[in-house]
């Protein structure tokens, strides 16, 4: 029997409960759509994490808040809160790879250059637990927030047994050659009394312990040393 037959079958409350149906699909199919737009524009489509606005929004979910409406912590005391890190990551000499390769064609160069990202965003993820939050800052920046971690837990993820330093690289085949790509990172504990809108000041922490990361010779994370309550 064709549709058509089979539709001229059906009784008029047959026919509205079809209808129905059928629009309650479409909608479904709308707002899976709606849903992952939602999260696309919190994650970097190419590196699979959050980007910055997606890091923001996570912050403040896991950051206590001041104002009436957030997060179940804010109403712990200061010295009750689980402990929080944040940690920035700047891949090593990552502007000199156009200098370096520049012989080579633009495409090419840019090819490599996403490879070389996407690898970091996936090794930055696998160093970290379930839990936390990886994103991408900016160019080859990126973010780490650690839930309910300490210092001793982060010494562990990251340090290399063969050199006896904290640091995290990786090897990736640029212009058909393998090479060790590296980090300098910095790290922050957030403060007991630090909250959400503090939290531009923890970043800035965590950058300028990267930046002398980068002045003691790169590929190496060290601490904020103004981490004091």
């Known amino acids: 029997m064709s549709s058509e037959n089979l539709e001229g079958s059906l009784t008029p409350e ?35 994490i959050y980007n910055k606005r997606g890091m923001m929004r996570m912050a403040e979910v896991l950051l206590p808040r001041d104002e009436a409406g957030g997060s179940a912590e804010k109403d712990l005391a200061p010295a009750e809160r689980p402990p929080i890190a944040v940690a920035m ?5 990552f502007k000199k790879f156009n200098a370096d390769y520049g012989h080579l064609k633009a495409d090419e160069v840019l090819k490599d250059a996403a490879a070389v990202l996407k690898e970091a965003a996936k090794v930055l993820k696998a ?8 994103a991408r800052f900016g160019g080859e920046e990126f973010v780490a927030i650690f839930q309910n971690t300490t210092d001793e837990a982060i010494d562990k993820a990251f340090l290399d047994e063969e050199t006896g330093r904290l640091r995290i690289g990786f090897m990736s085949l640029i212009n058909g050659k393998e090479v ?18 503090d939290f531009k000041d923890i970043l800035e922490r965590a950058n300028q312990a990267m930046r002398e990361a980068k002045k003691r010779g790169k590929d190496q994370i060290i601490y904020s040393v103004d981490q004091a309550s």
């Open 89 to 93: 990551f700047d891949l090593d000499d």
């Open 180 to 197: 060790r790509v590296s980090f300098s990172g910095g790290v922050t504990q957030v403060k007991p009394s630090e909250t959400f809108k």
């Open 127 to 134: 160093s970290v637990r379930g839990g936390d939050v990886v």
């Open 14 to 48: 047959q026919q509205e409960l079809a209808d129905l149906r059928t629009e309650n699909a479409e909608l479904k199919r709308k707002n899976a759509e709606l849903k992952k737009q939602a999260e696309l524009a919190l994650v970097d489509p190419d590196l699979e």
